[in-house]
């Protein structure tokens, strides 16, 4: 029996969007009825590449551009990448592409340009496009952006357990702070927020270098960061993040020979699903599709 006998293609599900927003993602959550009719999964791509670092962590950017590409194309089932950013984005949109300027772990400059550089290439003007993180509630063309990209590295966070797509976008509050409850969990209600509800139309987990464990507020210790050589893409912030951290865990376990939990649980993912209806979180509902290096995958 084959994948089209138990899912509905995600083409099928996918096609004729004008832009592919989190709503639509928020819509591959198809429940089984009663009469066992099929289920969507919602995709999440993963795709590493073995080179894409040097021995000195230096970024390949044309290896990277090729991730980029190959793995948009796989997520949205199109015939080539060209018509999966246009399914993303159009020449009438204005764009911000949210990422992150941690000093230890920031959202590479060579990535944030290859987005730039897509995003121009369907027809979007150089001047209705801004990259930006601390600053994006200063900056006129975050206010205004009609599409949304979000792009930041993993890693463990004190606060959250994890620093993820979700957590990334506290910068659209003028309080962050007064997010921090529980964990963290009240993240996700920024995603329902008028200035962002709606608008993204990419999440990218970069994994190139993951932090995966470390204490206190600001930590960063080389010991623990791996060349991992990937990332993860895909329409749902959730789906993406609730993958991110079975990655992590599996490196945990891996370095420490035992199970060694987040400290604090990253709660915020789950609670972003059940309370905030932003995504999915149950891994029985998320397809996970696997692109490139397979050595060390841990997933």
């Keep these: 029996m084959?994948?089209?006998?138990?899912?509905?293609s995600r083409r099928e599900f996918l096609q004729g969007a004008a832009g592919l927003t989190l709503a639509a993602a928020t819509d591959l959550r198809l429940e089984a009825s009663a009469k066992d009719e099929p289920v969507v999964k919602t995709p999440v791509v993963l795709i590493r590449n073995a080179k894409v670092l040097d021995d000195k962590?230096?970024?390949?950017?044309?290896?990277l551009d090729s991730m980029l590409d190959e793995a948009v194309t796989a997520l949205l089932e199109t015939k080539d990448a060209a018509a999966a950013w246009r399914k993303l984005i159009g020449p009438q949109d204005i764009v911000g592409i949210k990422s992150n300027e941690w000093q230890h772990l920031c959202t590479p400059p060579e990535l944030e340009q290859l987005l730039k550089k897509r995003v121009m290439t369907v027809g979007v003007p150089k001047n209705n496009i801004a990259i930006g993180d601390r600053?994006?509630?200063?900056?006129?063309?975050?206010?205004?952006a009609?599409?949304?990209?979000?792009?930041?590295p993993l890693r463990t966070h004190h606060w959250s357990g994890v620093g993820g797509c979700i957590k990334n976008y506290v910068q659209f509050v003028p309080a962050p702070w007064d997010y921090h409850d529980e964990y963290c969990t009240p993240l996700g209600s920024i995603w329902n927020l008028p200035l962002v509800k709606g608008k993204t139309r990419l999440n990218i987990l970069v994994l190139l270098q993951p932090l995966f464990y470390g204490i206190g507020p600001h930590h960063y210790n080389r010991t623990y960061v791996w060349n991992y050589g990937g990332m993860l893409v895909g329409v749902d912030p959730v789906a993406v993040d609730t993958i991110g951290v079975r990655l992590l865990m599996a490196k945990r376990h891996e370095?420490?020979?035992?199970?060694?939990?987040?400290?604090?649980?990253?709660?915020?993912?789950?609670?972003?699903d059940t309370k905030y209806n932003i995504g999915i979180s149950d891994l029985d509902k998320i397809e996970l599709i696997k692109l490139g290096w397979k050595e060390g995958a841990l997933l």
């Design 146 to 152: 009609t599409a949304l990209f979000n792009v930041r």
């Design 255 to 272: 370095h420490f020979k035992e199970e060694r939990p987040l400290t604090p649980p990253a709660i915020h993912i789950p609670r972003a």
């Design 2 to 8: 084959n994948k089209t006998d138990h899912f509905i």
């Design 135 to 144: 600053k994006v509630l200063s900056d006129p063309i975050f206010q205004k």
């Design 57 to 63: 962590g230096k970024i390949n950017e044309t290896i």
